[in-house]
């Protein structure tokens, strides 16, 4: 036995060899905490601490009794920590304990949350990186690498996309604080360290290869990505040292990044709000709006496929005939879906049988939800309309002989409602096994032989009240009334006199209470040794479960999106490979739910790339230009859209940028991040992606975000030629549409009579003839000597600072119109000066068109050799202020 003092010590001890935050140390029929963990975990999860004395100190200590673990661990690690757990073994002298395995955020198997759990590793080498994301519930893994310009862009959005819980810098990043602290603000997950020996190139390599086996890593082709073998290498390492022992159902290596998927970088994924609002709500999300699936496995795929569109046609118009074959055939769609209702999450149980977690209640749910494979398979053929569509190609993919021998096995070893726990037999079939029928049969003979014993001893001995029955203390027992005692014969040994009544026993009672025992432990460790077995099959067959899994949330996700395209009379889009974005009386997929939708109708191709949205506030521009990225995203995911008609050319990329005053209310946004993103559509977008500004240039000055805007408008239609949607509030920007080629104007029309505004959100070709933001403040009850006056500032500001365009093509000139001087002051874009402000002095127009004066050219002069990223702003400020002053004093 070991002293109390020697817990807290071999704690302490254990505690030392992890660098987990908690130690969960087992004493008999607890998991106890000490010390400073006690207080924690008290703390956490609200548990009482006591104090444990030991050699005269006293340490609080908390504990949890043992088949309640789980739980406990589960709550602890989705608050992020990560636990360690020794389990106290039996030796030949008394019993020792061990650290069995460390329970992390990305390791924890018992998971409450029915989302994807990625765990990650991230390993950086000169701003380029290696990337790898393992789901241990599922087996998922994923390897990736960032390259390029772009490529800590590229990190980023990876980790938005896959939104780990817990992360692996790897050794060089860790010292780098300015991208650690950028990743910690992008992801909410727990960052471990993990050995740097994990990290190095060639035992990474190796440990991927025996994972994975060569081919595949050359047939995913991530064979010569040093940097995301060493990510997946310490992925794997970390995994294996957790304990977990997952790795037999990490079967899949997948690699993306190779042109198959849509880019879609993290910005765009949360302006679209894909799976999540802006303000990180679930509800009001596309995912939430069209999800129907029936499963956990099928709404993670969803999301999945909502965050990864496809680029390849062929791939996606096999999707689109799953769902039209099932928006068709209503009947076998609903009874397909009811099919599904019963499935269990095949991809989770495999890692769980992996780990050797999985209850027989796990194994006979996986042995159900194998079996509707085939019935899927019956539903598919036996109706005309399915079974010539892709889901008869979903169902074929997994090994379906392998499958069903798998389900039979199961189901002919399983009881069919066995117990929770494994310790208490009860799980396997009689015909099952001869031995464990022989156990069974003798088990049931020594109990009818004490059934009909006290029959047998009435008989014999002439006793009516003689009862045998049986508890913790005496076992079984004859009990007798005392009237009928002297009636017992002699081989009766008294056990026990109570008051109405003697118990006896008798030694044959004895020996079969004896053997039911023997039976009873027999039976508890053969059905123990059979259920492993039944259990390692399942582990070994691990690819086989998980492709069934993968097919039936296939299936799911094909029903939800017929479902929804019924319900919501979406339809199907063609898939075109040129420039064109064709919607007729198309919808915005989440605001139509809620509101009386007005449709409307989009018409973008090679000659007409750039759409210029005006429109007054609150009019629908945003609206309308995000309905277009959501239905190019849905087309490219499979799915019907929302649209009357819609012909969709595929992108390669969607990218949004909402300007920094709309985002301003999340208090999010500055005007840094906006042009950082900017930059990132600039440089990544191409010919064939979708763009969307919005409002882009607003964070800044007036001059500032015409000009920004202007310039990022050129560049998108001379150079990235990108299809591009820009809503703005610039009505000045309108003119680009008279001399660049592809650039159109449209605007979300509204009726202004009466001096009210009516939104009508229809938008018609043409550019708006002003902003509509005066009107708006009266709408909204600003007091009306405010809105007359500012009607009034606005007509003159903007008559003082009107710019137009004009020019050819490729050099477009902006001009200013100056009030006082009546007369256009002509620039060529291209020149270095900003636009000037107007509203000068008359005399001052004069030297304008005169040539510049002497203050002007040395202002000029000491403006162009001015280094606006070297000099202070206060400096700035000081040199602008001089300027004025010269310019006054000229
Ligand atoms: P803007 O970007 O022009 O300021 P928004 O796109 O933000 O305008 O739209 C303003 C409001 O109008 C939103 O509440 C939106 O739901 C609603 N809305 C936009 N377009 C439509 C439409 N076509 N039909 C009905 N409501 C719409
Ligand atoms: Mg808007």
Redesign the pocket.
């Known amino acids: 036995m070991t002293t109390a003092g020697g817990i807290v010590g071999e704690f302490f001890d254990l505690k030392r060899e992890t660098d987990a935050e908690l130690l969960a140390m087992q004493c008999g029929d607890f998991y106890e905490f000490f010390g400073e963990d006690a207080e924690m975990v008290a703390d956490e999860l609200d548990l009482k601490v006591s104090q444990k004395s030991s050699h005269g100190s006293s340490y609080p200590m908390a504990g949890v009794p043992v088949d309640d673990l789980t739980p406990y661990l589960t709550a602890l690690v989705e608050r992020g920590y990560r636990v360690a757990v020794a389990d106290q073994y039996e030796t030949s002298d008394g019993h020792a304990r061990e650290i069995t395995r460390v329970v992390t955020p990305g390791t924890l198997l018992e998971t409450s949350d029915a989302d994807a759990q990625y765990l990650g590793a991230v390993v950086s080498d000169e701003g380029q990186y290696g990337v790898a994301f393992a789901d241990v519930t599922t087996g998922q893994f994923h390897v990736t690498e960032c390259t390029g310009t772009d490529a800590t862009d590229q990190l980023l959005t990876e980790l938005y996309r896959f939104d780990p819980v817990e992360l692996l810098p790897g050794p060089t990043l860790r010292n780098d604080d300015e991208l650690l602290s950028d990743l910690r603000e992008r992801t909410s997950a727990t960052f471990t360290l993990h050995t740097t020996e994990a990290f190095a190139p060639g035992r990474a390599r190796h440990r991927v290869r025996e994972q994975f086996g060569d081919e595949t890593l050359a047939s995913v082709g991530v064979a010569d990505d040093e940097l995301g073998v060493c990510a997946a290498g310490a992925v794997l390492s970390y995994v294996e040292e957790s304990g977990a022992g997952v790795l037999a159902s990490m079967t899949r290596l997948q690699s993306h990044g190779s042109g198959e998927h849509v880019e879609l970088d993290a910005t765009t994924q949360r302006n679209l709000e894909l799976t999540e609002t802006m303000q990180g709500d679930r509800s009001g999300s596309l995912l939430d709006t069209i999800d129907h699936t029936v499963t956990s496995a099928g709404r993670r795929l969803l999301a999945e496929w909502l965050r990864r569109p496809r680029q390849s046609r062929g791939e996606l118009e096999h999707r689109q005939s799953a769902v039209t074959a099932l928006a068709e055939a209503a009947m076998a769609r609903e009874r397909v879906q009811e099919t599904l209702e019963g499935a269990y999450d095949l991809e989770r149980l495999a890692s769980r049988a992996a780990s050797g977690s999985a209850n027989a209640r796990d194994l006979r749910a996986a042995a159900e939800t194998l079996a509707l494979l085939p019935e899927l398979v019956r539903l598919v053929e036996d109706t005309e309309r399915l079974a010539s569509s892709a889901l008869a190609d979903a169902l074929d993919r997994p090994d379906r002989e392998a499958a069903r021998t798998l389900a039979n096995e199961l189901d002919e070893a399983l009881v069919e409602e066995p117990p929770g726990t494994i310790s208490q037999g009860g799980l396997i079939r009689q015909g099952y096994d001869d031995d464990l029928d022989e156990i069974i049969t003798r088990h049931d003979e020594a109990l009818s032989w004490i059934e009909t014993l006290p029959q047998r001893e009435k008989r014999t001995h002439g006793i009516t009240h003689l009862s045998v029955d049986r508890n913790k203390t005496d076992g079984y027992y004859i009990q007798v009334g005392n009237s009928e005692v002297e009636k017992v014969p002699d081989s009766y040994d008294r056990v026990k006199s109570l008051k109405n009544s003697e118990r006896f026993t008798i030694s044959e009672l004895e020996e079969r209470e004896r053997e039911i025992l023997r039976l009873e432990e027999q039976r508890h460790e053969l059905e123990g040794e059979l259920f492993a077995e039944l259990r390692e099959r399942v582990a070994d067959a691990a690819e086989t479960v998980q492709a069934v899994g993968r097919a039936l949330a296939e299936v799911d996700v094909f029903v939800s999106l017929a479902t929804h395209a019924v319900r919501n009379d979406w339809t199907r889009p063609e898939l075109h490979d040129d420039g064109r974005l064709d919607i007729e009386s198309g919808r ?1 997929p989440v ?1 139509e739910q809620t ?4 449709p ?1 109708d989009l018409r973008m191709d090679d000659e007409r790339r750039f759409l210029i949205v005006t ?10 230009m995000r309905q277009a990225a959501l239905i190019t995203l849905l087309a490219q995911v499979g799915s019907f859209v929302p649209a009357r008609r819609a012909a969709v050319g595929l992108v390669d990329g969607i990218y949004t940028r909402v300007g920094a005053l709309d985002e301003l209310a999340q208090g999010r946004s500055t005007f840094m991040v906006e042009m950082q993103e900017l930059s990132n559509i600039l440089h990544s977008a191409t010919e064939d992606s979708l763009v969307i500004l919005d409002e882009v240039g607003r964070g800044t000055a007036t001059y500032d975000g015409i000009s920004i805007a202007w310039a990022a408008t050129e560049y998108l239609h001379n150079t990235v030629r990108s299809k591009t949607l820009f ?1 703005t509030h610039y009505h000045e920007l309108t003119t680009l549409a008279t001399h660049l080629d592809r650039v159109e104007n449209v605007h ?1 029309a509204a009726d202004e009579s009466g001096g009210d505004v009516t ?1 009508l ?1 229809t938008v018609r070709d043409g550019p708006t003839d002003r902003s509509y933001g005066v009107h708006v403040a009266d709408l909204a009850g600003v007091p009306e000597p405010v809105v007359d006056r500012s009607q009034e500032v606005l007509d003159r500001l903007r008559e003082e600072n009107a710019i137009e365009a004009k020019g050819g093509d490729s050099e477009p000139v902006q001009a200013v119109f100056d009030l006082n001087s009546g007369q256009f002051k002509e620039r060529t874009a291209g020149a270095s000066e900003p636009v000037a402000n107007g509203g000068s002095p008359a005399e001052e127009a004069e030297q304008e068109t005169a040539g510049l004066g002497e203050a002007e050219a040395r202002i000029l002069d000491s403006l162009q050799g001015l280094n606006v990223d070297e000099t202070p702003p206060v400096d700035l400020l000081q040199q602008v202020q001089q300027w004025q002053e010269e310019l006054d004093g000229s």
């Open positions: 915005h605001v509101t009386e939708f007005v409307n429109g007054p506030n609150m009019s629908g521009k945003s609206t309308y809503a979300v939104f959100r």
